[in-house]
């Protein structure tokens, strides 16, 4: 239990110093814990720490750890998600961050209007245009959001990306600073049922340079709770 808090206490340490760096507000940036593979009762730990927001990789990692979890958390599904997988989520999550096609978009509508409600959703860009990674590419974003907005049952409150393994700093810099280009210039047309409030990038070894370049939500699962 120390050995969790003394790490998350460095991490929000390190968020903090970021956004100092970046002249932003302190307490602007949201910290995720990634759960993968992490049991509940480590889980909740972290959670008694302060933790407020997890994140979800796995449906049914997910499903079997939920009602173990300590009540008042805010919870994310961020990993890839199949559409027959759709209706296990959508009265357990709070957002899904991995919308990463127009056909995904369309079941969470169905399923998230059958039990009235609205779901809100990231929209995952593949901002390295890598052919092993999902995700939208950059320039098909405009034509998307053209089309989800008309959707009812869902709505868009940012983007989120994990940019290409990169060799230096600088690079990684790179595709952090053409997110942020993205979710501005996307803000800025102001298009109905489309906000955007949350640019969730950055991870356990970058989360840092992903804040000074506009991030407002880092996800960290390493740096909390160990190697997997």
């Known amino acids: ?6 790490s998350l206490d460095e991490v929000l340490e390190e968020i903090h110093a970021a956004e ?5 507000q302190p307490g602007s940036v949201r910290l995720m814990a ?13 959670v008694r720490a302060g933790v407020t927001l997890l994140g979800e990789n796995r449906v049914q990692e997910f499903l079997s750890k939920k009602d173990d979890y300590l009540p008042g958390c805010e919870i994310h599904f961020i990993g ?6 759709v209706k296990y989520l959508i009265d357990t999550v709070d957002m899904i961050e ?17 039990k ?21 590419n950059p320039a098909g974003l405009p034509e998307m959001l053209e089309k989800i907005q008309a959707f009812p049952g869902i709505r868009v409150e940012g983007l989120m990306s994990i940019p290409p ?5 600088a690079e990684i810099r790179r595709y952090f600073k053409e997110m942020h280009k993205l979710f501005l210039d996307t803000r800025a047309k102001k298009l109905d049922n489309i906000n955007m409030n949350v640019l969730s990038m950055g991870m356990s070894g970058d989360f840092a340079e992903a804040i000074e370049e506009g991030s407002t939500q880092v996800r960290i699962g390493t740096r909390l709770f160990g190697s997997r």
């Open 1 to 6: 239990m120390m050995e969790n808090r003394s």
């Open 20 to 24: 100092q760096r970046a002249g932003r």
């Open 34 to 46: 990634v759960t993968k593979t992490v049991p509940a009762e480590q889980v909740n730990e972290v």
């Open 80 to 85: 890839t998600l199949q559409k027959n997988k």
């Open 98 to 114: 991995s919308v990463n096609s127009l056909s995904l978009a369309e079941e969470i509508s169905r399923q998230a209007v059958k």
């Open 116 to 136: 009235g409600k609205v779901m809100p959703v990231l929209l995952e860009i593949n901002i390295g245009e890598e052919a092993s990674k999902s995700g939208l």
């Open 165 to 169: 393994i990169c060799e230096t700093k």
